[in-house]
């Protein structure tokens, strides 16, 4: 399975910080070909090449590589820049005209408020941690900013909330380029989930439930149940509680509702087995749960923006590629 992207870069300067940059490098620089998964060009690059500080005092970085490395991405990645500091003008020159030649963006946290400086959040939906969405708005109003969210795709920019988010956003266009299957292998080797339900409005002014309150053993057998029918009151009696405090509960724990948590995973579970079988749409629908195709259709194409037998089309395997050939 071959996307189109292939060479990737991420632009620091001085400033940045270390845990979202090395969130990138964990995403795009590791190579996990043994395990199939596509290897990057990669490439860290900064204006003026040498030593870069960092956030934390004492830490700095050896970048070799100048801005012109940028020309040849496919993607460049921002990760956390100093929202108070002036991005450098050879930064603001070198991503416009990256977006104009038709790279990809992605910024990971207060990384947005640099394509902000470039003009490129205008007009376009976007996102950044919690606590700096109001200033993002404020300095760049053309901007649509979403909150509640862990990362925006709006086409060729790609912004992310806090850190771990921004792991979410690199996941989501991995499983974009080559499939859910390569997708969910990074992110085993990241021990991380494939894919989170909700958004960070879960994280905003909330505080974290004790250990022994959370609902986590019955997320998991929730997920090895997603086949069957199971209403809310029934869920609400196996963690003990009135079916209004757990609504309350889980809407707090995992920033959505038992209905959608459910659907998402089913979605989750279809792609696989859109991608690795050669079962029919309709017996995929049954085994996920869903009461025939044109829901497991409706949901699919409402979550993933394309349908159960285009999304086969383009990322199925040669083995279960050539099953549905001589199935069919």
């Not at 590791?30 to 060009?41: E, K, M, W």
């Not at 850190?163 to 990241?190: K, P, W």
């Not at 509680?241 to 757990?246: A, L």
């Amino acid at each position: 399975m071959v996307g189109m992207l292939k060479n990737v870069a991420v632009l620091v300067y001085p400033g940045v910080a270390p845990f979202e940059l090395g969130v990138l490098c964990e995403a795009w620089g590791i190579d996990r070909a043994d395990q199939g998964v596509p290897n990057f060009d990669f490439a860290i690059c900064t204006p003026d090449p040498g030593e870069v500080a960092t956030s934390l005092p004492g830490f700095g970085l050896q970048v070799t590589e100048g801005l012109d490395r940028l020309d040849a991405a496919d993607l460049i990645c921002l990760p956390a820049m100093p929202r108070d500091a002036p991005v450098p003008p050879e930064v603001i020159a070198a991503l416009r005209s990256a977006y104009d030649r038709g790279a990809r963006l992605l910024s990971v946290c207060v990384g947005a408020f640099v394509l902000g400086e470039a003009g490129l959040l205008d007009g376009r939906r976007c996102t950044t941690h919690w606590r700096y969405v109001e200033e993002l708005e404020q300095r760049f109003p053309l901007a649509l900013v979403d909150c509640a969210v862990l990362y925006v795709d709006d086409g060729q920019v790609i912004t992310s909330a806090g850190s771990a988010a921004g792991v979410d956003a690199c996941l989501h266009l991995i499983r974009q380029e080559f499939g859910s299957g390569v997708a969910a292998t990074v992110a085993r080797r990241m021990v991380v989930p494939p894919h989170r339900d909700g958004g960070q409005a879960q994280f905003i002014e909330t505080p974290v439930p004790a250990p022994a309150e959370t609902l986590q053993p019955l997320l998991e057998w929730m997920a090895s149940h997603v086949h069957e029918d199971v209403g809310v009151e029934t869920l609400a009696a196996r963690a003990l509680m009135s079916p209004r405090t757990f609504a309350r509960r889980f809407k707090a724990e995992t920033g959505t509702t038992p209905y959608h948590w459910v659907t998402n995973q089913r979605v989750l579970i279809a792609e696989r087995l859109l991608e690795e079988s050669h079962e029919t749409v309709e017996r995929i629908a049954s085994r996920v749960g869903f009461s025939n195709a044109t829901a497991l259709r409706h949901h699919f194409t409402r979550l993933r923006g394309t349908t159960p037998q285009q999304y086969r089309r383009t990322f199925c395997s040669p083995q279960a590629r050539e099953q549905v050939s001589q199935s069919g």
